[in-house]
C-alpha cells in the first residue's frame, strides 16, 4: 500500500480491532507491529508475548462474562457484536467451555485475528518498531500496556508527563493428562450451564482446612521475584492482583476470592469444599488448563513446588509458569479529548490498555470506537460520542473525563461507571435495568452513527 489514511502503531487486540474497523469503513490502513520485526537490537518483542501473530492473549484466555442482561462486560460483548468487532466475531468462533463465560482458544483466536487483517485489501500490515509519534498524519497509537521505551519516551515528551504504570502478573498453564481426577472433579459454580459448555466447564482441585492455610503461609514465605528500584513504588492492579499479594492481606482472604468454595459440590463428599482451586481450560483439544485467579510474582522453582502441593496437581506438569511484568498507561482524564485525541497533537489518538482501561474487552473497544472517531474525521463529518448509558459510552466517557485524572488507575468496565437509574427501580432488576436502557440508547446511537457513515 503506497498510501494510507490512517496509520495505527500496535497489533495488539485494540489495534487490531481498530484497523478492521477503518478498513470495512473503506478507509486505508498502515498497522505498524513491532513484533516480528526481527530488529538488530533485539528490541522487537515484549517481556510477556510469546510470538508475533496480532491480538495475542498473553494473561488468560477469558473475556470474562458474557452475560448480556446482566452483567456490565457481558453488556459491552453485545454492544461490540452489534457494531461488527472482528474480536468478538474471532472469540465467538474460537471459544472453549467457560461456563457463563466467554473463553478462547488463545492461538487459534489470535491466527484468526492475524488472517482477517491479513487478507484485507485495506490494510497493510508493518513488521517494524515504531521510535517516535508521527508529527503529521492521522495515528491511532494502540502499543499497549508494555510500549517499547523509545516510543514511551517519545509519548512522554509529547504528553509532558510522565507515565503512570502498574504490575500486572499472568497465571500458570496446566497440561490436562497431569491432573488427578481420581482427586479433582469437573463442575462450575452452581452447575451453572454456559452456552457452549454443560456445567462441568472447570476442574477443581478441593482443598480442606489444614492444607489451605499451609497453602496460604506457602503463599507469604515463597520466593518472590525482587523488583528493581524503580519498580519499587508501582502499584498493583487490583483485577489482576497477585495470589500472594492477596494472601498476605489476611489468611481469609482467598477464600472469600480466587478459592472459594461456594456453589461447587465435591461428588465425593457432598459438601462444599474448604477452599478450592479452579482451572479453566485453555485450548480447544482441552490439553492446556488455566489456573483461575492465580496470577503471581513466585520464582519458577517456587511455584512448581508449592503449586504441588494442591491436592490434584501432586504431579502437575506446566506448560506456562506464572510470571509478573510491568504495565504502563497515560494520565487520559487530563491529556485526551472527548474523541480519543492527544490534546497537545490532536493527530493522534490512543486507544487500548495504554488508554488506562483493563481488560482484553475493553482494551478492543476503544480501539474500535477510537477507528469510528477517525473515520468520521476523515469523512469531514462529527460522530457524537457512544451515550453515557451504554458500555461503550460509560468506559470512554470514564478514559476521557469522568475519572480523576491525579488519582486515575486501570479499570474494567462496570455498572458504577454508569448514569444512575431511578430511584424506584428494586435493587434486584437494576443490572437488568442498566443492560435495557443501554440497549435502548446504542440503538439511537446507531441511527446517528450510521447517518455519519453514510
Known amino acids: 500500500m503506497a498510501e494510507y489514511d490512517v496509520h495505527i502503531i500496535g497489533g ?19 498497522l505498524s507491529e513491532m513484533r516480528g520485526a526481527n530488529m538488530p537490537d533485539g528490541g522487537d518483542m515484549t517481556p510477556a508475548h510469546q510470538g508475533d501473530a496480532l491480538a495475542e492473549m498473553v494473561c488468560s484466555n477469558s473475556f470474562r462474562s458474557d452475560d448480556g442482561d446482566s452483567n456490565a462486560v457481558g453488556l459491552l460483548h453485545r454492544e461490540m457484536r452489534t457494531l461488527g468487532s472482528i474480536i468478538m466475531r474471532e472469540a465467538d468462533v474460537h471459544k472453549v467451555p467457560a461456563g457463563s463465560a466467554l473463553a478462547v482458544d488463545r492461538d ?23 521510535d517516535t509519534l508521527p508529527t503529521a498524519g492521522l495515528t491511532i497509537v ?93 502499584p498493583y492492579f487490583e483485577g489482576c492482583m497477585p495470589i500472594e499479594v492477596m494472601a498476605e492481606r489476611g489468611p481469609e482472604t482467598l477464600r472469600f476470592g480466587p478459592m472459594k468454595g461456594v456453589g461447587l459440590d465435591n461428588p465425593r463428599t457432598g459438601r462444599w469444599p474448604y477452599a478450592v482451586v479452579q482451572l479453566r481450560q485453555d485450548n480447544a483439544l482441552g490439553t492446556l488448563w488455566n489456573m483461575v485467579g492465580f496470577q503471581t510474582k513466585l520464582k519458577h522453582a517456587a511455584q512448581v513446588e508449592l503449586f504441588r502441593t494442591i491436592p490434584g496437581l501432586e504431579k502437575a506438569e506446566f506448560a506456562r509458569l506464572g510470571g509478573l511484568h510491568r504495565n504502563s498507561f497515560i494520565r487520559s482524564p487530563e491529556l485526551l479529548d472527548a474523541e480519543l485525541r492527544l490534546k497537545s497533537a490532536p493527530h493522534i489518538r490512543f486507544a487500548g490498555q495504554i488508554t488506562g482501561c483493563e481488560g482484553y474487552v475493553e482494551s478492543a473497544a476503544i480501539g474500535l470506537i477510537a477507528a469510528r472517531f477517525a473515520a468520521a474525521e476523515l469523512a469531514g463529518r462529527a460522530l457524537p460520542p457512544p451515550p453515557p448509558e451504554t458500555a461503550l459510552g460509560a468506559l470512554l466517557g470514564h478514559i476521557t473525563g ?25 435493587k434486584k432488576d437494576r443490572k437488568l435495568g442498566y443492560t435495557q436502557r443501554a440497549g435502548a440508547s446504542l440503538a439511537e446511537w446507531m441511527k446517528v452513527a450510521d447517518g455519519v457513515a453514510a
Open 108 to 130: 487459534l483466536f489470535s491466527g484468526g485475528v492475524t488472517r482477517a487483517l491479513e487478507s484485507h485489501p485495506n490494510i497493510a500490515i508493518v513488521r517494524e518498531r515504531v
Open 142 to 234: 494502540a502499543t499497549g500496556p508494555l510500549t517499547a521505551a523509545s516510543l514511551a519516551d517519545s509519548i512522554g515528551a509529547a504528553t509532558g508527563k510522565d507515565a503512570l504504570a502498574f504490575f500486572d502478573a499472568i497465571a500458570p498453564i496446566v497440561y490436562r493428562d497431569s491432573i488427578d481426577m481420581d482427586v479433582a472433579w469437573m463442575a462450575s459454580r452452581w452447575d451453572k450451564v454456559g452456552p457452549i459448555g454443560d456445567g462441568k466447564d472447570y476442574i477443581n482441585c478441593p482443598m480442606d482446612k489444614e492444607q489451605y492455610h499451609a497453602f496460604v503461609q506457602g503463599l507469604v514465605d515463597g520466593d518472590k521475584t525482587e523488583f528493581k528500584e524503580w519498580e519499587s513504588s508501582t
Open 12 to 30: 495488539g487486540l485494540a489495534g487490531s480491532e481498530a484497523a478492521w474497523q477503518l478498513a470495512e469503513a473503506g478507509f486505508r490502513v498502515r
Open 402 to 426: 469522568g475519572a480523576d485524572a491525579a488519582t486515575y488507575q486501570p479499570m474494567n468496565v462496570n455498572f458504577g461507571l454508569f448514569p444512575p437509574l431511578a430511584e424506584d427501580v428494586r
